[in-house]
């Protein structure tokens, strides 16, 4: 399992702040963080960064290396400051990661580089009009993605598809759809295809005290079908982890001691799999 | 071999909803689908109110103001005229006159519109605030408080302004509408954060938010039918309430129920039209799971009531 610690991201506000102006010590102190939590890869989102995104970018890549020996994920839709980080990329620490194509044309150049740079790649399964509806439609745009990565001579085993988490609180229907994906994903090629979520999207607009819980147990089933990567906070990975032997059992229908615990995962189970409907106060029922 | 059409049976229940007084009516208790009456109970029709209002319906238009045209100046007349000539089996009255942007009336005022109708009829009566978030506030507390015993309806609590209203509601021993906008989950979170204060959910009537046929219609749809679902399928405790459908207010103001002959001879008779759109878009949503019914003009309340008496037949 590869976990891609997502705390930098220029959404928010204390790492857009270090960004803007290029004060590496909150950058390298939050990386170093996710390192120790057990972070294999370390995201670096600029957003959109259309003025001045190659040297932020190269800025990003730099700093982010100077402190952890880690390889970095080169998250933004700019091409031009995604080929820049990648040109001062330390691979010693491992390939870089681009993120992200997908089945929008505007997306295609990024498969040229992930060529170019012999570097990993996610690929978005959502094509230009919008969400895909099920674990069928992301098959089927997974599938042209495919085709398109081996044209551009990208190997497919440096593809991580990436079935599109979306949020609980709004889609509750397509929780369990993400996890059905990632079966359907990995049946799609032998070897078996790469899988990566974007995990914490899946609580986005729920109330800050569910937010772990969802993120936790919605991993762990994830990872129970076959996920191979998560963009996502390692330190709450590390937690899901210790936890998972009796998620697994309760899961099961198994009993485990902890009472408040098994009430609070089974509850969470229900919402995902859509057995009870998700409200802001659903631990609470 | 003979065939058998397949059943379907469900674990939940709606809970059944007692109103008023002397004369009682009730709606609610299926345990299954809308008119499936061959799959499950039904122990109750649904109930069809009648609109009033505190002030003369001036934004209503000629259509449907017509047929209150001699009692539509005085509530109290208003509300005898609809249960003794019409026959109706629940009054709504909206206390739209405490809209501020309306003629901003007092609480006071509301008390005593709502205390003379209450004196004036013996059907159940459903109080509904003026839709204002603040001012219903102000208004629903002293009006629940002022109509306390004769279970009625107080509505509409929303997210923004639930805990005074709810609060009054259970101290005055009502029935109370919770109202979200059209979002399933926050419909679900509203009733439970209103029964988290003690009130209880088997006196709650959820409104998940109406719309006229043709004005996202299929939204309405859409959500009263996953709530429905969740309540059976689920047995879902919150969100085992009845549903009530605010048909009136949306359909008399849409173009359809407006726009003159004149103007769209190829649209037909504005009058047919207007009352074919409120029967129609009751009936939608008593498909899609609504027990409870706001309406406006009597010829459309006919309309339904004979398409229930079909299906009841």
Same mark, same amino acid.
């Given at each position: ?42 995201? /670096? ?10 040297? %932020? ?55 040229? $580089? ?8 996610? /690929? ?8 895909? /509806? ?17 044209? +551009? ?6 593809? =991580? ?14 929780? *369990?759809?993400?996890? &059905? ?10 070897? !078996? ?22 993120? &936790? ?5 994830? $990872?129970?079908?076959? $996920? ?49 409907? +998700? ?7 | ?13 709606? +809970? ?33 109110? =009648? ?23 005085? !509530? ?48 159940? %009566? ?66 439970? %954060? ?9 006196? *709650? ?6 719309? #006229? ?5 299929? +939204? ?10 969740? #309540? ?31 103007? *769209? ?47 009841? #037949?």
């Amino acid at each position: 399992m590869l976990i891609i610690g997502e705390k930098l991201s220029i959404i928010a506000k204390r790492v857009r702040e270090a960004m803007m102006k290029r004060d590496k010590a909150p950058i390298q102190e939050i990386a170093r963080i996710q390192y120790e939590n057990g972070a294999g890869m370390i995201d /670096a989102n600029i957003g959109p960064a259309e003025d001045g995104g190659e040297e %932020l970018m190269q800025w990003m890549v730099t700093t982010i290396q100077e402190a952890v020996p880690l390889p970095v994920c080169l998250d933004t839709t700019n091409y031009n400051a995604v080929e820049a980080g990648l040109k001062v990329h330390n691979n010693d620490y491992g390939r870089p990661m681009i993120n992200s194509t997908s089945n929008d044309p505007e997306r295609f150049p990024m498969l040229e $580089l992930a060529a170019k740079y012999n570097c990993d790649i996610i /690929a978005l399964t959502v094509g230009k009009g919008g969400l895909p /509806a099920d674990e069928h439609d992301r098959a089927a745009i997974a599938a042209e993605i495919m085709a398109r990565a081996m044209e +551009y001579g990208v190997p497919l085993e440096n593809v =991580y598809l990436d079935p599109l988490v979306l949020q609980i609180a709004t889609t509750q229907d397509q929780a *369990l759809k993400v996890i &059905k994906a990632i079966e359907v994903f990995k049946q799609l090629n032998d070897p !078996p295809m790469k899988t990566v979520v974007g995990l914490s999207n899946v609580s986005n607009g729920c109330p800050k005290h569910v937010r772990p819980i969802l993120n &936790k147990y919605y991993f762990l089933m994830l $990872l129970n079908a076959g $996920l191979d990567a998560a963009i996502a906070d390692p330190a709450e990975i590390k937690e899901a982890m210790e936890e998972k032997p009796l998620f697994d059992k309760v899961l099961n229908g198994e009993e485990i001691e902890d009472k408040e615990k098994m009430t609070v995962m089974k509850k969470t189970i229900d919402v995902i799999l859509g057995n009870t409907l +998700y409200a802001h106060s659903y631990l609470e029922m | 071999m003979a065939f058998t059409p397949p059943k379907e049976s469900f674990r939940g229940r709606v +809970y059944p909803v007692t109103i008023g007084t002397e004369v009682q009516e009730t709606f609610g208790g299926e345990n299954t689908l809308p008119f499936h009456r061959f799959e499950g109970e039904i122990p109750h029709r649904p109930l069809i109110s =009648y609109e009033i209002q505190d002030v003369p319906p001036q934004d209503w238009p000629e259509v449907v103001r017509e047929p209150y045209s001699d009692v539509s100046d005085d !509530p109290v007349k208003w509300a005898q005229f609809c249960q003794e000539s019409l026959g109706a089996k629940s009054i709504t009255l909206r206390l739209i006159g405490t809209h501020p942007d309306q003629k901003n009336l007092s609480a006071e005022d509301a008390v005593k519109v709502v205390t003379d109708v209450l004196n004036a009829v013996k059907v159940p %009566l459903i109080i509904l605030g003026s839709n204002h978030i603040e001012k219903d506030a102000e208004v629903l507390p002293k009006v629940a408080e002022a109509s306390k015993g004769r279970n009625c309806v107080i509505g509409k609590a929303q997210e923004a302004n639930y805990k005074t209203i709810a609060a009054a509601a259970m101290a005055s021993g009502h029935k109370l509408i919770a109202m979200s906008e059209l979002d399933i989950n926050l419909s679900k979170q509203l009733n439970i %954060l209103i029964t988290q204060m003690g009130f209880e959910k088997e006196r *709650l009537i959820t409104d998940p938010m109406c719309s #006229a046929l043709g004005y996202g219609i299929e +939204y309405t749809y859409s959500v009263m039918e996953r709530i429905r679902l969740a #309540a059976l399928a689920q047995a879902d405790p919150v969100m085992q309430p009845p549903m009530v459908a605010d048909v009136g207010m949306y359909v008399w103001k849409i173009k359809e129920t407006q726009a003159s002959e004149q103007d *769209l001879p190829e649209w037909g008779s504005l009058r047919e039209r207007g009352i074919l759109w409120e029967a129609l878009t009751a009936t939608t949503l008593m498909l899609a799971g609504a027990e409870l019914l706001i309406m406006r003009h009597p010829d459309a309340v006919s309309l339904v009531n004979t398409f229930i008496d079909e299906m009841f #037949a």
